[in-house]
C-alpha cells in the first residue's frame, strides 16, 4: 500500500511535490507519499514519509479516500489522508521542487493518472464541509 498525505497550511493551500525527471511518472506533480512498511500502520507511513521526502512534520487527520490503480506493470493501492502542517519548511529532498497551491489551482499541474481521483475527492470535500474543518477532522 501507498499512503498519501494531502497537506494543508493555515492559509488553505495543499502541499504538492514534482517527481524528478528518472524514473516513472518523472516530471509530474503529486501529492506526497510513500511505500507502507511491514508492520506500519498507513498513518504513521505517511507522517514518516513527510518527514523523510520533505523534513515537514504533520497531523494526519481523516481518510480522504482509497484508490486501487492499475499501471502497466502493477497495480497499486493509494490510501490518502487529509493532513495539517505542524513545522519544518518543506524541502524537495527526493523531489524537484515542492509548491503550496490552493485547491483550486491543482488542474494546471500535470499529475499522474491515479492523482485525478484524489483531486475531486479534495475539491469536493472542500466544497462540502470547508478545507479548516477537512484538515483537522
Known sequence: MIGVGVVYNSAG????D?????????????FPGGKQEPGELIVETIRRELEEELAIEVEVGRQLIV????????????????CTWLSGEPQPL???QV??????QLGEYRFPAANAQIIAALQG???SFGVVSQAKT
Do not use: D, M
Not at 514534482?18 to 503529486?30: A, D, I, M, S, T
Open 125 to 127: 470535500a472542500c466544497t
Open 13 to 16: 493551500e495543499v502541499l504538492i
Open 99 to 104: 509548491r503550496w497551491v490552493r485547491p483550486e
Open 18 to 30: 514534482q517527481r524528478l525527471n528518472e524514473g516513472l511518472l518523472g516530471g509530474l506533480w503529486e
Open 67 to 82: 484508490i486501487e490503480h492499475a499501471y502497466s506493470h502493477k497495480n497499486l493501492c493509494f490510501v490518502v489522508h487529509l
Open 94 to 96: 527526493a523531489s524537484q
